[in-house]
C-alpha cells in the first residue's frame, strides 16, 4: 500500500513538470510565442487639418518674368567736390560770428571777425617797407639830378636805382602778405574778416564767440560750406549683393522724409574695400538737388534693379504667413489636410503679389489667407 502511494505522487509530478520540460528541450523557442510588436506612425507636426476646408479659397502659384531687385539703407551727404573748408590764415582771437551752421551764405559773406596780432605785425612790416621805399626813390631822383650835374659817378646812380628797386620788391611783397591775411592794405586795422569762398551751405561749424584762432594750425576747420544742388547718397551694400550693383547704373532712390517722392541717382563709385566688421561695400549714388529735398544726414533707402529680366513664383502677399520671423505657407494636400511650409519670400509688387524665391514650384495649391486660416485652424 505504501508503494502504490509513491508510484501515484511520482505520476503527478511528471505530469506538472511535462510542458516545461517539451518547452525547453524541444526544436521551438519562448521567442516563438512573443506577441509581434506594432509601430504607430507619429503625427507629422507640419500637417494641418481643416474641418471645412471649402470655407478658404485656394490660390494657384504664379510664374512671371519680373527684375531683381536690390534695396539699400543710405545716407545723404555733401559732394565732396563741391564741398570748401573755410580756413584763417591769420591767428587770433573771434571777436564776432556772422554765420552758423544750417545758414545758406553767398560767396564773399563775412562769417567771422578775427582780432589778429598778425594782421598788426604785418601791417607794421607795410608801413616800414613803405617808407623805405619812399627813401629809396627820393635817393635815386637826388642821384639822377647829381650825376647830370656830373657831381657824381654812373656807379652811385646804379646803386641808387638798385635800391629802389628792392624797397619796390619789399613793399609789394608786404602788400601781397596783408592781401593773404585777408586785411585790407587800404585800411589799417588788426580786425580781419574770413570771407565765405564760394556761395552754398554751412555744414560745419568748429568755432564760438571768443575762441582763440591759430594761424598755423587750424584744424578743424573754421566752417565747411557745401553746394548742395548736387549731393550724394552714401549706400551699404553687402558682399553677397555685390553683383547685382554695376557703376552707371540707376537706382530710385527714397527719403524716410518725403517717402511718396521717387528720386534718380546714378552709381558713380562702388568701394574696393569691405568694412570688415559689416562686410558691406559703400556704394555712391550721384543725384541731382535742384529742389533741395536732401539735405546732409538724411536717411534714404535705395532700390538698384536688374537689367533683365528673370522668372520668378509668385503668389498674393496674403496667401504668406510671417510668423517667428519666418515665412510660411498652407498647401493644399487633398481633402482636409494642409502642409505648413517655410518659404523664403522675395518683394512685394504694387499689385499686391509676392515673389517666393524658394520653397515653392509653379502650379503649387495654397491658401490664399494665411492668416485666416492661421487663426481658424490654431497654429500658432
Known amino acids: 500500500m505504501k508503494n502504490h502511494s509513491h508510484a501515484i505522487t511520482a505520476l503527478i509530478l511528471v505530469a506538472c513538470l511535462a510542458p516545461w520540460l517539451s518547452s525547453s528541450c524541444g526544436h521551438g523557442s519562448s521567442a516563438d510565442h512573443t506577441p509581434p510588436v506594432t509601430v504607430e506612425k507619429a503625427p507629422d507636426p507640419a500637417i494641418v487639418e481643416a474641418p471645412d476646408p471649402e470655407q478658404f479659397p485656394l490660390t494657384t502659384v504664379e510664374q512671371r518674368s519680373t527684375y531683381d531687385e536690390l534695396k539699400v539703407n543710405g545716407v545723404v551727404t555733401p559732394d565732396v567736390n563741391r564741398s570748401v573748408p573755410v580756413l584763417s590764415l591769420a591767428g587770433g582771437r573771434v571777436v564776432d560770428i556772422r554765420a552758423k551752421l544750417g545758414d545758406d551764405v553767398t560767396k564773399g559773406q563775412v562769417l567771422l571777425r578775427i582780432n589778429s596780432p598778425d594782421v598788426s605785425q604785418a601791417f607794421a612790416e607795410y608801413q616800414k617797407a613803405q617808407a623805405d621805399e619812399v627813401l629809396a626813390r627820393r635817393q ?223 502650379g503649387d495649391r495654397i491658401v490664399a489667407n494665411a492668416l485666416q486660416f492661421a487663426s481658424a485652424a490654431d497654429t500658432e
Open 140 to 362: 635815386q631822383e637826388r642821384s639822377e639830378t647829381l650825376l647830370a650835374k656830373g657831381a657824381i659817378a654812373q656807379r652811385d646812380l646804379e646803386a641808387a636805382e638798385d635800391a629802389e628797386q628792392k624797397a619796390k620788391v619789399d613793399l609789394a611783397t608786404a602788400a601781397e602778405h596783408l592781401r593773404v591775411l585777408g586785411a585790407d592794405v587800404s585800411h589799417p586795422s588788426p580786425i580781419v574778416e574770413v570771407k565765405a569762398p564760394i556761395s552754398g551751405t554751412i555744414v560745419e561749424q568748429n568755432i564760438t564767440g571768443g575762441t582763440g584762432v591759430r594761424s598755423m594750425d587750424n584744424s578743424p576747420n573754421l566752417f565747411t560750406i557745401a553746394d548742395l544742388s548736387r549731393v550724394w547718397v552714401l549706400c551699404d551694400v553687402y558682399e553677397n549683393n555685390l553683383a547685382q550693383v554695376r557703376l552707371g547704373d540707376f537706382a530710385e532712390v527714397r527719403l524716410n522724409a518725403y517717402p511718396d517722392q521717387a528720386l534718380k541717382g546714378r552709381v558713380s563709385n562702388i568701394s574696393r574695400v569691405l568694412d570688415p566688421n559689416t562686410r558691406a561695400a559703400k556704394v555712391r549714388l550721384e543725384l541731382d538737388n535742384e529742389r533741395r529735398l536732401m539735405r546732409a544726414g538724411m536717411f534714404a533707402t535705395a532700390t538698384f534693379r536688374s537689367q533683365s529680366k528673370q522668372l520668378r513664383s509668385v503668389v498674393p502677399a496674403k496667401a504668406v504667413l510671417r510668423l517667428h520671423d519666418k515665412d510660411w505657407v498652407f498647401r493644399a494636400e487633398g481633402g482636409h489636410r494642409f502642409r505648413r511650409i517655410e518659404v523664403q519670400a522675395g518683394r512685394v509688387s504694387s499689385d499686391g503679389f509676392q515673389e517666393v524665391i524658394a520653397g515653392l514650384g509653379p
